[in-house]
């Protein structure tokens, strides 16, 4: 992890500033929406998706600055999706990273618009030509990150965990609901980097496995700290699955096992990027952080 | 209006024809979204925006297959405000065309997660090659959209409306507030046509224009029927702007000033796309047409 640790603080700053730097500038009473979207976005979060679009790009030396834009774009949507799924009527959420939830810090109404207002600034510096010189790259890209976040994906993903409460959900559909509602964007954050770099179509398969596997070792091992882990290591609440008798994979499978199986996705995941050699190697490492992780 | 009224009729079921065919088709548990997306989009509307998008493409002799997606995309984030400006943190509103809103029909979660699967579809739409060989034209319709319903655009707008209810506004703040609400959503499907038709800077000035005068006329025409119009003329709930006390166009000019300038302004509208000469004739009658109208 001695690689891993700096590699992830130094990309998480430059995103911080990319992600301050495309923020709107307002004056009026309008700019609380930005204040808004500011605050559900500064907010000392892991910028994994970000690192995931630099790692990728890294592997077709893509030049920084267009990653970095990419990179915010994906963090942006990962914000909004955070301040959507906390609010009253969706997971009631009212602390995060062991912050107050935006519709706390602000009120409802504004979190609903910091959301919308985020999603649409994805899309904005997506199809903004300083992302890529190349039109058809920004369409691809605006592209993939619309089919990875929309009804088919993201979205579709927390409407099936909101529609599956009373469900009673095995493996399989909890792997479906979980590659639609974590996976997308992940998948998304490994891909653009081989559209930014116009990479064939055997690199851009061996990214999405990469993340098919990552992003179900991460929600395995999300479902683990939320049985073994504390509020002061999480920052946000825990043992609400548990709770709210929502089927899990440690539920499913216990800990022990659930354990084993993230580990071995993290083997997975690192044998797909094995092909892109020495480049590749804070992919693997990555990988193995989402298994370990305690936060 | 013997002209327009057709034409409406025409492009509305052309529109809700193409609305209904590029939702996603989902099964399991999370296609519940996608009803509620269908239930929000496919609510009987004037499609409005999608008759501003086939009248400029039809400027510029645009093919009708292409017209109709970004005519489908503008509806989708027209569709996409409505459900959530009409949630209970927002305005609130039981009522929506004579239907019970979204988070009536379905409930709060499912609402937001609609929106946000239109918001997220509008820029798939546009994205996708279908939509225009070259790719340069699609990534300037994302941009294009995007900075019209942004922070900066629909939900800037839609903040400023929230803040301001403790404010007492002026007329150049109602126009700036309505130029951001609604305005730029119709500045956008005016100018799609020419973006559509890689038409010169000059002709899309002349469309912009024509959509400023246009979105402020249709927002004084609003506040006029709000003020004058009953439920069962317009389908949703009247009088509200003036029991909450806000400032209106009618509040501050007088129902008889208001509509004078909101006909002057259908006139100036008119006036900028003289220059389009014939072709341009449906989108003059428009321009009346939204003055005019009871609902």
């Known amino acids: ?55 990728s790009a890294s592997l077709f030396d893509v030049p920084r600055a267009r990653a970095l834009r990419v990179a915010a774009a994906a963090e942006y949507v990962h914000c909004y999706s955070l301040v959507h799924d906390d609010l009253p009527a969706m997971d009631d959420d009212d602390l995060r990273r062991g912050k107050p939830t935006t519709h706390i810090a602000f009120d409802e109404a504004t979190a609903v618009l910091a959301g919308d207002g985020l999603l649409t600034l994805a899309f904005e510096v997506l199809g903004h030509e300083a992302t890529h010189p190349d039109a058809r790259v920004r369409a691809d890209l605006v592209v993939a990150l619309a089919r990875a976040i929309g009804a088919e994906g993201m979205v579709g993903g927390q409407m099936f965990d909101l529609a599956a409460e009373s469900m009673k959900l095995g493996l399989a559909d909890i ?31 061996a990214l999405r496995d990469y993340a098919r596997d990552l992003g179900l070792a991460f929600q395995i091992a999300d479902d683990l700290l939320d049985h073994e882990g504390t509020v002061e290591e999480t920052g946000k609440a825990v043992g609400k699955d548990a709770a709210a008798g929502k089927g899990t994979f440690v539920s499913l499978l216990g800990a022990e096992e659930a354990r084993r199986r993230a580990r071995a996705l993290a083997d997975d995941a690192a044998a797909h990027v094995a092909r892109f050699g020495a480049k590749a190697e804070l992919l693997k490492d990555v990988a193995r952080f989402v298994v370990e992780r305690r936060a």
Chains 1, 2 share one sequence.
């Not at 603080?9 to 979207?37: Q, S």
């Not at 479906?176 to 653009?192: I, N, P």
């Open 1 to 55: 992890m001695d690689r891993l640790t700096p590699a992830l603080a130094k990309a998480a700053e430059a995103a911080n500033r990319a992600l301050a730097d495309l923020m709107p500038k307002l004056e009026g009473p309008e700019r609380r929406v930005v204040e808004a979207m500011t605050y559900a976005t500064l907010n000392g979060g892991k910028r994994l998706r970000p690192f995931l679009v630099l790692c």
């Open 175 to 205: 792997t479906r609901l979980q590659a639609m509602k974590t996976g997308a964007l992940f998948r998304f954050a490994c891909e653009a980097g081989a559209i930014l770099g116009q990479a064939p179509e055997d690199a851009r398969a």
